[in-house]
């Protein structure tokens, strides 16, 4: 019903910049929160970043200062801005979204298949 596809991955040198974006698209009524989520090898997916519909953000400590999270509500799509990347940040990321779904009007959460993102030391 709600398809979330995600792009902009990839690796990228110590201190460097990679900006994600997922789109959402489907039987699409409404969306309320987005975030994006990461995934390390042996580790928990843990939350980096969220955002809700009217604009108002969360984020995980250790990407305070370094990354942003937007949206654009028009085009269903959110973003995640990720400057001075660490070593440490490799990991797959995925975006999620709260969707509201046409005909039923019935609220579930989606996810993307993820991006990779890799930094080299």
């Known amino acids: 019903q709600v398809q979330l596809v995600e792009s902009g991955g990839g690796l990228v040198q110590a201190g460097g910049s990679l900006r994600l974006s997922c789109a959402a698209s489907?039987?699409?009524?409404?969306?309320?929160?987005m975030g994006w989520y990461r995934q390390a090898p042996g580790k928990q997916r843990e939350l980096v970043a969220a955002?809700?519909?009217?604009?108002?953000?969360n984020y995980a400590d250790s990407v305070k200062g370094r990354f942003t999270i937007s949206r654009d509500n028009a085009k269903n799509t959110v973003y995640l801005q990720m400057n001075s990347l660490k070593p440490e940040d490799t990991a797959v990321y995925y975006c999620?979204?709260?969707?509201?779904?046409?005909?039923?009007?019935?609220?579930?959460?989606?996810w993307g298949q993820g991006t990779q993102v890799t930094v080299s030391s």
């Open positions: 999620n979204a709260d969707v509201v779904v046409t005909l039923t009007l019935r609220g579930s959460r989606y």
């Open positions: 489907g039987r699409i009524f409404s969306i309320n929160a």
């Open positions: 955002i809700t519909s009217g604009g108002n953000t």
